[in-house]
């Protein structure tokens, strides 16, 4: 048997995983430019492009799930590696028309969920216990990362080779990927059939509280996901200058990675009470976005920050909760949300632009603080029912290797 990886190395393969799934959506993003004058499309066909991408992993990501509980995390990470390969491959070298990159952009959305649940899976695996909120506040660091990773994909290889050949880089990251998979050691047959005895096990999370959680991942990372796609474009017509504009981005970026360490750090050192962090924060994010609507340049400043650092910086801690909350199924428990999360990506900048395009960027930002505020209650209320169930059915202390006697 191998030795077990250090920390810091099972830690950061999870978050390389991850972000290997959301680079093809954020390539896309960041080089649009360049994409639509190729493809001939407008914002409305590149927000197509977004939204199915989220949609087609939410709906993968609890199906994707079982497959890697029954067939185990070497299987499901040469899969959804498989998936960004064909996606990556595809936008280089096939799609000539936008039809033909909006099929392969779907399948990236099935590899993007199949890889962020093998982070999960390499997480449980290779990390103790006891840092387990460090690190899932590591991997959840992946798509601000992964965000920076593509911004410098644009001077560094868009604007000299072309788009495509950055697609083409990421489908030799996936073959790595692929690679590095099949030293992932086979799941006994024992293991196997433990999962497959477990399907339908009353010993679960509770559902009704499991898909509150869902809604209120959709609805807060729906705002999140909104803040990223349009505070640039707030910020310039607020009087900052473009330059300005993208620093602040940027400065946003850096405050949502620090927050999620800090936050998994905190976990790491609390037993339970980790939902009601997470409300606070969404909550206190909410606020960031009402500042935003005033419109001014130190209010966008000020908003932006505080939604940046508070507000998108709970993703990490809330799945980790989901996780120590999933009895002896915690990897689908966490998939459910997973899902919410990815339909949130795709809803939310969707609803900002049509509410924007009608009645203004201050109101889509006073909708989006009503998304973040409707988080944080969905979750309280889910909360109780998480407390609630424990009362009835106490966790047993080796139910799975995250337990903890009060896990909410």
Not at 113 to 126: D, E, K
Not at 135 to 163: H, N, R, T, Y
Not at 380 to 395: G, K
């Amino acid at each position: 048997m191998s030795p077990a990886p250090s920390f810091t190395r099972a830690a950061l393969t999870a978050a390389g995983i991850a972000s290997l799934g959301t680079l093809p959506m954020q390539l896309l993003s960041n080089q649009s430019v360049l994409i639509r004058v190729d493809l001939h499309f407008g914002d409305a066909a590149q927000g197509l492009l977004i939204s199915a991408s989220s949609a087609t992993a939410a709906l993968a990501s609890v199906a994707i799930t079982g497959f890697g509980e029954r067939r185990g995390r070497r299987a499901l990470t040469l899969l959804a590696a498989s998936g960004t390969l064909v996606c990556a491959l595809g936008a280089s070298a096939v799609a000539h028309s936008y039809w033909v990159l909006l099929a392969f952009i779907c399948v990236g959305g099935i590899g993007n969920a199949g890889l962020t649940t093998a982070a999960n899976f390499s997480l449980s695996a290779n990390v103790p216990p006891g840092r387990q909120g460090l690190g899932f506040g590591i991997k959840q660091s992946a798509p601000p990362a992964a965000a920076l990773i593509a911004g410098l994909a644009v001077p560094a290889v868009g604007l000299w080779l072309g788009w495509r050949w950055s697609y083409a880089i990421l489908g030799l990251l996936a073959l790595v990927l692929i690679r590095v998979a099949t030293r992932i050691p086979r799941p006994s047959s024992s293991s196997i059939s433990k999962v497959r005895a477990a399907d339908g096990d009353p010993d679960a999370a509770p559902r009704l509280a499991l898909l509150l959680t869902a809604v209120a991942m959709c609805t807060a990372n729906g705002a999140a996901m909104a803040l990223v796609a349009f505070l640039p474009q707030w910020a310039h017509e607020s009087g900052l200058r473009t330059s300005a504009a993208g620093f602040l981005v940027a400065a946003g970026s850096a405050l949502a990675i620090a927050g999620r360490l800090f936050v998994g750090f905190g976990a790491d050192r609390r037993v339970g009470r980790n939902l009601p962090v997470v409300t606070g924060q969404m909550a206190l994010g909410a606020i960031g976005f009402a500042v935003l609507a005033l419109g001014t340049g130190p209010a966008v400043v000020i908003g932006g920050l505080l939604a940046f650092a508070i507000g998108w910086s709970w993703p990490g801690l809330l799945i980790f909760a989901v996780v120590r909350l999933g009895r002896d199924r915690p990897n689908s428990a966490a998939a459910v949300v997973q899902a919410g999360a990815f339909a949130g990506g795709g809803f939310g900048p969707l609803l900002f632009g049509l509410v924007a395009s009608v009645w203004g960027y201050p109101v889509a930002w006073w909708v989006m603080a009503v998304g973040m505020c409707a988080g944080a209650v969905l979750l309280f209320v889910a909360r109780r029912l998480f407390v609630s169930d424990l009362n009835l059915r106490p966790m047993p202390q080796d139910a799975h290797p995250t337990s903890l006697p009060t896990p909410a």
